[in-house]
């Protein structure tokens, strides 16, 4: 069995020199074969689950972590390990991983302002487009982006955000910051900022899709909609990112929020420093994490429509179209009503058939994966839509896109 210590002092380490003669680190080549490789792990900022990938990695290579350099005051002076996994949630902080040059260093950051390097960092132009992809299937027509500020993870964000709007013929507002110029300019003043948002709110058209670039922004929106009487979700639907569970399930109105795959950024960090220490990968390379998916709570609840029963049929689809099984009688059973009754209600509210609804649903998801989840073949990408037989999922996608699946791959990529 595999073991992994993550230690709660100072690690003493034999290579260590003599108490007041000047620390030095031994030659890898005239090490222990048997010592455990050691790596300092700097996770202050993140989550426990970006912790866990970490974890998940290293009880497979028998690693030794260190997490609690800081707090006990030791530095890279009095620290000798191996490589270094540092978590930046800006990227113009300091580090605050041992300073010892020589040493592997894997950054992981939800940012794309990170400096060359090895480094691993969230999929945010995929984030965008999986947070467009939301709000349209929640019956949002009308939509508004908010960024927190105006640096490049925002850019990226709200560029796949209006990519895939665009894609389906939608357009997007665009809301002003409370941050100024970069992510490290004072804030505009915050009263001030309020009160133009405030603006924005009760100049709504229509139900409205808001994406905003964090939790914390998506929440202080629902509390000013709630003080102007807007509602959430009937008219504004608001979506965030970072799936934060205590500010979400604690906001005024639950807040359904894109899960940015914390662990499985610890994970790929945890990779890619195994890579360097054995001189496996390049001294500057990148890796993007996709996102999970989106939590949804509240505050994208579909609750505009006329005909309660269509809402809830929207969610059942929402919630089951990776079931080949799923059908008109199927959605029919789940609200315990008639087919027949369902589908006049259903083409009365949508303009469309409960089937026809169904077949786009799962379209719109085959051809985020298409574009964002480069290893999984088409086969499998059929199979996670719910359509068993490839040759149908080639015609149906197709019929909707004038494309085959892997000509539409290559034109997204490209």
């Given at each position: ?17 003599a108490?007041g ?5 031994i030659?890898?080549?005239?090490r222990?074969?048997n ?5 300092w792990?700097s996770s202050q900022t ?11 990695y ?10 609690d350099?800081l707090?006990s ?20 902080l ?24 090895l ?7 995929a984030?965008g487009r ?26 990226i964000?709200y560029?796949?955000?209006?990519s ?18 970069t ?27 808001l994406?905003?670039s964090?939790?914390?922004l998506?929440?202080e929106v629902?509390?000013?909609?709630g ?8 008219d ?9 569970t205590a500010?979400c ?19 790929q ?10 001189d ?12 999970t ?7 994208t ?16 689809i929402s ?31 949508k303009g ?5 609804f169904?077949?786009q ?14 290893s ?6 059929a ?5 068993s ?7 149906i996608?197709?019929k909707?896109?004038g ?11 490209s």
């Amino acid at each position: 069995m595999p073991h992994i210590e993550v230690n709660l002092r100072s690690p003493a380490d034999p290579t260590t020199a003599a108490a007041g003669t000047i620390p030095f680190k031994i030659p890898n080549a005239h090490r222990n074969a048997n010592r455990q490789t050691k790596v300092w792990v700097s996770s202050q900022t993140a989550q426990p689950s970006f912790l866990q990938g970490i974890i998940r990695y290293a009880k497979k290579q028998n690693w030794q972590l260190t997490t609690d350099l800081l707090q006990s005051g030791n530095r890279s002076e009095s620290w000798f390990g191996d490589g270094v996994i540092e978590y930046l949630p800006e990227p113009n902080l300091d580090s605050q991983t041992p300073g010892s040059r020589n040493l592997p260093r894997v950054t992981a950051s939800l940012c794309d302002d990170l400096a060359s390097g090895l480094k691993v960092q969230a999929d945010n132009f995929a984030i965008g487009r999986l947070a467009a992809e939301h709000l349209i299937n929640r019956n949002c027509r009308n939509f508004a982006w908010l960024p927190y500020g105006q640096d490049k993870t925002n850019q990226i964000r709200y560029m796949g955000f209006l990519s895939h709007l665009r894609d389906r013929g939608f357009s997007c507002r665009q809301f002003a910051p409370p941050l100024l110029e970069t992510s490290s300019a004072p804030c505009r003043d915050w009263i001030l900022w309020r009160q133009v948002m405030i603006q924005n709110l009760e100049n709504l058209e229509g139900r409205t899709g808001l994406f905003a670039s964090n939790d914390s922004l998506a929440i202080e929106v629902a509390e000013l909609a709630g003080e102007i009487g807007t509602r959430v979700p009937e008219d504004l639907a608001i979506l965030g990112v970072g799936n934060q569970t205590a500010e979400c399930e604690s906001a005024p109105v639950t807040l359904s929020s894109i899960n940015p795959n914390l662990e499985e950024l610890g994970f790929q960090a945890a990779k890619l420093l195994d890579e360097a220490l054995k001189d496996e990968t390049d001294i500057s390379r990148c890796i993007h994490v996709s996102p999970t998916g989106v939590e949804a709570r509240d505050s994208t609840a579909i609750s505009n429509l006329e005909n309660q029963r269509v809402a809830q049929a929207l969610v059942f689809i929402s919630n089951h179209y990776p079931d080949p099984g799923l059908g008109v009688c199927s959605v029919a059973e789940s609200l315990n009503i008639s087919r027949r009754q369902l589908e006049r209600d259903f083409r009365s509210e949508k303009g469309c058939t409960i089937r026809e609804f169904i077949e786009q649903t799962r379209m719109n998801e085959a051809s985020r994966l298409l574009s964002e989840c480069s290893s999984l073949t088409v086969s499998a990408i059929a199979d996670q839509v719910g359509i068993s037989a490839q040759g149908n999922f080639f015609r149906i996608f197709r019929k909707h896109f004038g494309l085959t699946p892997s000509a539409y791959r290559e034109q997204q990529t490209s």
